[in-house]
């Protein structure tokens, strides 16, 4: 069906989920969730185009496996459709949750069959429970559960969502605004993924892969004659510093190329530009935290870092384990899973004559395994 646009909505926050990884993130085998059901939805349906709304900073990140149109999500749900209709040119629209990851071909037929017969093509569930409604017990046989997909005419749905009112599926829009709507049977493994525990309820997901990512990351700093030297997140007591927006924490900002390179997101200079102010002078922990933080969001956990530093000066020996001390605590991992190691150039080059330091890191990841 040539005129017809699928959009993902991929923006949620994740609240109820509870848990660091945000489940668009979360992996299906290697993909992240958004990237499993667009390729789903993909294969089964020739759609004219395929949009995906999430928020600026996932998009950033979702640009590295596919092309498809990405837009920027709102505050609601129904916010973020409305962002997507604005790209849609097509008579009609399929509007999906990614939530919602097992889409069978037989159900998606079927609605696309079905897309002449009403203004919104709606998969709904029976009741089975008893169903008490604001204290009194209703007929369970009118009750119905509806999902998504649902499948629209665009114009209609457009016009539904030009209202202040919220509304959490387009078919209650649609009929709000005197549209009509279809319902056809649904599919219990359409099941949304509300809470952790939903996952282990839906069949068609398999666990993430055990691949272990690795990264590597470099840095140097110079030397200043003033200052105060932090190295490894730890006070170095030194009568002189390092040249540097930040705090030059070399150790630090190479750990993080390491952990920025194992999960491909670039590196440090583009999460934190050496000419913007907010990063005058800041604690390269507090870097790190927000390293640490967006990797556990994007689906990744830390197995272990190791960092060599090459110096001349100053002997860092002695602060070793503060260092890892101090690195496992800001990357909530087992000390153990840290390692630094520290060697002179034996008085070679730019370090053995005591202009600077250089830092070699080394990072492995692995997906946040959420099949127990
Ligand atoms: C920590 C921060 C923030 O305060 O500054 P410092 O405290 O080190 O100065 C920066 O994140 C520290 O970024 P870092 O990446 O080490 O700085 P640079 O080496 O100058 O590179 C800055 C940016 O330029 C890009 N770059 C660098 C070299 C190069 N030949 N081509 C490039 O395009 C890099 O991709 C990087 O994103």
């Given at each position: 069906?040539?005129?017809?646009t699928?959009?993902?909505?991929a ?16 992996r299906?085998?290697d993909?992240?969730?958004?990237y499993?059901?667009a ?6 349906q020739?759609?004219?185009?395929i949009i995906i ?14 092309s498809?149109?990405f ?8 916010q973020s459709?409305k ?26 037929n079927n609605?696309?069959?079905?897309h ?20 009194a ?11 998504t997909?649902?499948l ?14 919220e509304?959490?599926?387009e078919?209650?829009?649609?009929v ?17 993924i ?5 996952l ?16 590597n990351g470099?840095?140097v ?23 540097a ?27 934190f ?12 922990k ?6 640490v ?17 090459a110096a001349q ?8 384990d503060?260092?890892r001390?101090t690195?496992a ?25 005591a ?18």
């Amino acid at each position: 069906m040539s005129n017809l646009t699928l959009v993902l909505l991929a923006a949620g926050n994740s609240t109820r989920f509870e848990m660091e990884v945000k489940k668009q993130w979360l992996r299906i085998e290697d993909k992240p969730l958004w990237y499993y059901v667009a390729q789903n939805f993909e294969k089964t349906q020739n759609f004219s185009k395929i949009i995906i709304v999430a928020s600026d900073e996932d998009i950033t990140f979702m640009k590295n496996y596919a092309s498809y149109h990405f837009v920027v999500g709102g505050t609601t749900r129904q916010q973020s459709l409305k962002n997507a209709l604005s790209h849609v040119d097509s008579e009609y629209v399929l509007v999906s949750d990614i939530a919602r990851a097992c889409v069978s071909e037989e159900l998606l037929n079927n609605i696309i069959k079905n897309h002449t017969d009403a203004d919104c093509i709606v998969p709904y569930l029976k009741a089975t429970d008893t169903i008490v409604y604001d204290n009194a017990t209703i007929d369970r046989d009118k009750v119905k559960r509806l999902q998504t997909p649902q499948l629209s005419k665009t114009e209609v749905l457009r016009s539904a969502l030009e209202t202040e009112e919220e509304f959490t599926d387009e078919s209650s829009a649609i009929v709000a605004h005197g549209g009509s709507r279809k319902l056809i049977l649904g599919d219990e493994q359409t099941h949304k993924i509300t809470y952790i525990e939903d996952l282990n309820k839906i069949p068609c997901l398999e666990a993430p892969s055990n691949d272990i990512l690795t990264g590597n990351g470099f840095d140097v700093h110079a030397f200043d004659d003033k200052g105060e030297m932090w190295l490894g997140g730890v006070k170095i007591d030194s009568d002189f510093g390092f040249k540097a927006h930040s705090d030059g924490d070399v150790a630090i900002h190479s750990l993080i190329d390491a952990l920025l390179g194992a999960a491909g997101m670039g590196d440090i200079g583009m999460m934190f530009p050496d000419n913007d102010d907010q990063y005058k002078g800041i604690d390269s922990k507090e870097l790190l935290r927000r390293v640490v933080t967006k990797i556990n969001n994007f689906g990744y956990v830390i197995v272990n870092v190791d960092l060599t530093i090459a110096a001349q000066k100053p002997r860092i020996g002695s602060y070793k384990d503060k260092m890892r001390e101090t690195l496992a605590s800001v990357m909530k991992i087992e000390k153990s899973k840290i390692n630094v190691k520290a060697t002179t150039t034996e008085k070679l080059g730019f370090i053995g004559r005591a202009e600077g330091v250089g830092v070699w890191s080394n990072a492995n990841l692995k997906y946040f395994n959420w099949k127990i």
